[in-house]
Each structure stands twice: as structure tokens, then as C-alpha cells.
């Protein structure tokens, strides 16, 4: 196990080496000039080039990869002194010179050439609200989901199979972006008045007389919205896989020895035939956060979607980059994640 789980941690700081290259040369071989974006059109040359050493972008490419390297690792070279300290938050390991030590830290992202500042601050501010949109959609996904492929797979060719696949079918063939304008249109304006539900509005709000406060019912639309895909997916292999444990031969044994319906489809069944399910979940899940952006943007709620999308608008490209950085990060946990439940779920899966 050990040895599995040291490969698998491999592979993935291989995965994450690949996105930062591509990512950093990506944003900074492009034609724009973020000093140029940040100053307007009509700034003089001397207040460019200060924008540019500001941020380092003074110095050729080869030169800011390192930087940009050395930003990124835990583990980091740095200058001996107390504002490099508090920019990074680092804690020496030891020194190699005078001037210069070796430092644990967390990962910087850099500064928002907008605001000014840390990106790593700006992305905390929104990700908690992705997150919890993103779980609570997969949580009534994946509910919702498994009961529906469950009762089609248990009734084959009934009323019940035809009208979970039809809504499966649906539910794939629509886009988050169309369903989102759908959904808000209908639940959150033509029907407000019974719902309660506003086309659009944050997680959190502000209250003259309690404060910031958290406003749940501006999250069932985009939860719905985000859900409905993986939702008919894991309807559609849920009922697949059901099908295909049902025909297996220790089945028909626990039908034989008369086991209750409920022990044979729920702890025979289903167990055996959730492996394709979890991948699924476990996938849409990471896409969700990355698949989040339009529907954000659609409903108006401030998440981590919303905060790239402005990002985009406006050519902060630090604040992008350290967005795709993060949602790369989690489809490497969930995948690392992924390989230990099944082992869980499945012992005769190897640790291959």
C-alpha cells in the first residue's frame, strides 16, 4: 500500500508539474501586456516599466519560470530577511548563505494585478462558496441518481425504466449554460411568487442589523442547475451496472437461498456494481468546480467560477492562473481518492 501510494503521489506532482508549465507559459508568451491593461492606454513609459518590475515581468521568461517555480513549491529559496518572510509567511529550514536560506511554505501565488492583492486571499474569499455548491449539487446527484438507476435496473421495461432513462437522456442532452437560463427563468421569475427564489443572488449577503449573513435558498438553483448532468449520468450507469451484477451467476444463488429482495439488491447488487458509479461521482465532482464558471456567472453567485470569469474581463491573469492551478490540484486528489476507495469498495481490485 505504501508503495501504491507513493507511485500514485508521483504521478500526480508529475500531472501538476505539467499544468504549471503549460499554465505560466500560456499567460505570459500572450501579446497582451498586463502592465499596459493595469495603466490604461495612455500611461506613460515610466510608469510602465515600474509595473513591471513590480511584478517581475521586467525579466526574460526563462528567468520568471524559476521565480514562478520557486513561488509554487513548499519548499523554496529565499532572501534572509523580514519582508520576504512576511510576503511568503515562510519558515527557515536552514541557511546557505549569508543572505539566502532554504524555507518551508505555502504555495504563493503571486498578486492580483487589479486589486493588488494576494491571489491565494482573493481565491479563499470565494472557493468555500464552490465548494459547497459543488458538494451540495453531487450530493443530490448522486442521491437522487443511485435511487433512480436503481428502481429502472429493478424494473427492466416498465413504466418506471422508461421514464428514468427519457429524463437521463434529457437531462445529458442539456448544457449547464441553457438549463441554468431555463431553470432561472421559470423557478426563480415566472414562478418567484410560489418558490421564493430570486433569478440570481450570492450565498452570502449582507444584513443592516445581524451582518453578513448566509442566504441558503439562493443556492437550490444553481445546486439543481449544476447537478442535472451528473445526475443522468449516474442514473444511466447506475442502471447499467445494476443490470450487469444481476445477471451474475451468485445472484441467482441468493435469489435460490431465498435472501430478502432488499439484502440482495441493496448489499449484493449495488455494492459490486458501484465501482463505474464512484468514478463518476468522483469526476464529476472535480469537474463541477471547473465546470462551475457559466452557471456561477448565469445565477450571479459569487464563487470561485464568477471570480475567474471577472478575472478574464479585466486580463488579471494571476488570479486566473492560480484558479486552474487549484482546480488541477483537486482532480488530482479526487483521483488519488478515487484508486483508495476502490480498494475499499472492491478488494479484488490489485494494487496494480
Request: charged content about 15%; overall charge positive.
Amino acid at each position: 500500500m505504501i508503495s501504491y501510494l507513493l507511485r500514485k503521489l508521483l504521478y500526480g506532482f508529475a500531472v501538476m508539474l505539467g499544468v504549471v508549465v503549460v499554465v505560466f507559459f500560456l499567460f505570459n508568451v500572450l501579446p497582451a501586456d498586463p502592465a499596459r491593461m493595469t495603466q490604461g492606454q495612455r500611461s506613460d513609459v515610466q510608469s510602465l516599466e515600474a509595473v513591471r518590475k513590480e511584478f517581475g515581468l521586467d525579466k526574460p521568461i526563462p528567468v520568471q519560470f524559476a521565480y514562478y517555480l520557486n513561488d509554487l513549491s513548499p519548499i523554496g529559496f529565499h532572501l534572509n530577511n523580514k519582508e520576504e518572510q512576511q510576503k511568503y509567511g515562510y519558515i527557515k529550514l536552514f541557511s546557505i548563505s549569508k543572505n539566502h536560506v532554504i524555507a518551508l511554505k505555502w504555495p504563493y501565488l503571486r498578486r492580483s494585478y487589479q486589486t493588488r492583492k494576494d491571489v491565494a486571499k482573493t481565491l479563499l474569499g470565494v472557493i468555500p462558496n464552490t465548494l459547497i455548491l459543488a458538494t451540495t449539487a453531487m450530493a443530490f446527484a448522486s442521491f437522487i441518481g443511485i435511487f433512480l438507476g436503481v428502481m429502472a435496473a429493478v424494473h427492466q421495461n416498465t413504466w418506471i425504466d422508461k421514464l428514468a432513462v427519457s429524463f437521463s437522456i434529457i437531462g445529458i442532452s442539456a448544457p449547464s449554460f441553457f438549463a441554468g437560463i431555463i431553470i432561472a427563468w421559470v423557478f426563480g421569475f415566472v414562478l418567484s411568487k410560489y418558490t421564493g427564489l430570486n433569478m440570481s443572488g450570492s450565498l452570502t449577503g449582507y444584513d443592516p442589523f445581524k451582518g453578513e449573513v448566509i442566504i441558503w435558498k439562493n443556492l437550490i438553483l444553481p445546486m439543481v442547475t449544476l447537478g442535472l448532468r451528473p445526475l443522468a449520468i449516474i442514473v444511466q450507469l447506475t442502471r447499467n451496472a445494476m443490470l450487469d451484477v444481476l445477471g451474475q451467476d451468485y445472484i441467482r444463488t441468493a435469489k435460490a437461498k431465498g435472501l430478502d429482495k432488499n439484502s440482495i439488491i441493496y448489499k449484493h447488487t449495488l455494492k459490486n456494481a458501484l465501482n463505474p458509479v464512484v468514478t463518476a461521482i468522483a469526476t464529476w465532482f472535480a469537474s463541477l468546480l471547473a465546470g462551475s464558471f457559466f452557471v456561477e456567472y448565469i445565477f450571479g453567485y459569487n464563487g470561485l467560477g464568477k471570480a475567474t470569469v471577472d478575472a478574464l474581463e479585466t486580463s488579471d491573469f494571476p488570479v486566473v492562473m492560480g484558479a486552474i492551478l487549484f482546480i488541477a490540484f483537486i482532480f488530482v486528489v479526487i483521483s488519488l481518492l478515487v484508486d483508495l476507495l476502490y480498494v475499499w469498495i472492491d478488494p479484488r481490485v490489485k494494487l496494480n
